[in-house]
């Protein structure tokens, strides 16, 4: 079963996802990148050309797949949780963890990234807010758990999401390798 990623654009889905990825040996993918090779061309190009619905169409079925094949971390884009199938997916085929960012921490991360179609508005603050507001509900449903990110270290992040998934017993506490006795020459 997967660990899966939720939280608003630039909460730190990929970053932290690849790094727990790392520390637990799994395999890592961002279910944008996936999407992105699918489309053959940038997410902000087809969002431009084709609107959002066949976005999320195009991302309902990668989600679908990636939910019943991928064993390790999947990092969701920001809008995953806007499709009830998609909510339903995730919490019933994997560990899905919120990582949850007040607009605020996320508009100081991000506000200077031009690759996120949502945020691409006069006032990205305020559409975060509103994206905030609509969507934390979305995210908490689809969660079995919620880390509040704020400014903790990346690493500190992953040793926090470790720790809630062993003690929900996803995951067995990693014990180190007993120590042997030097020998004598």
Do not use: W
Not at 61 to 68: I, P, S
Not at 114 to 133: G, I, K, M, N
Request: net charge neutral; hydrophobic share 40%; proline share 5%.
């Amino acid at each position: 079963m997967s660990i899966i990623f939720v939280g608003l654009p630039g909460s730190g889905k990929t970053t932290i996802g690849r790094q727990l990825a790392r520390r637990l040996g799994l395999a890592f993918v961002d279910s944008d990148h996936v999407i992105e090779h699918q489309l053959g061309c940038s997410i902000r190009e087809f969002f431009a050309r084709e609107g959002e619905d066949s976005f999320r169409d195009v991302e309902q079925q990668v989600l679908d797949e990636l939910t019943q094949t991928h064993e390790g971390v999947i990092a969701t884009g920001g809008g995953a949780v806007l499709r009830e199938t998609n909510r339903r997916h995730l919490h019933d085929r994997g560990h899905v963890i919120y990582l949850r960012s007040t607009p605020e921490d996320v508009f100081r991360r991000v506000r200077h990234d031009t690759a996120r179609p949502l945020l691409q508005v006069d006032d990205p603050l305020s559409r975060l807010r509103a994206l905030f507001e609509a969507r934390d509900p979305l995210y908490r449903e689809a969660a079995h758990f919620v880390i509040e990110t704020g400014r903790p270290s990346v690493a500190t992040l992953v040793n926090m999401i470790i720790m809630q998934l062993e003690l929900a017993g996803h995951l067995h506490a990693s014990t180190p390798a007993p120590l042997q006795p030097a020998r004598k020459p």
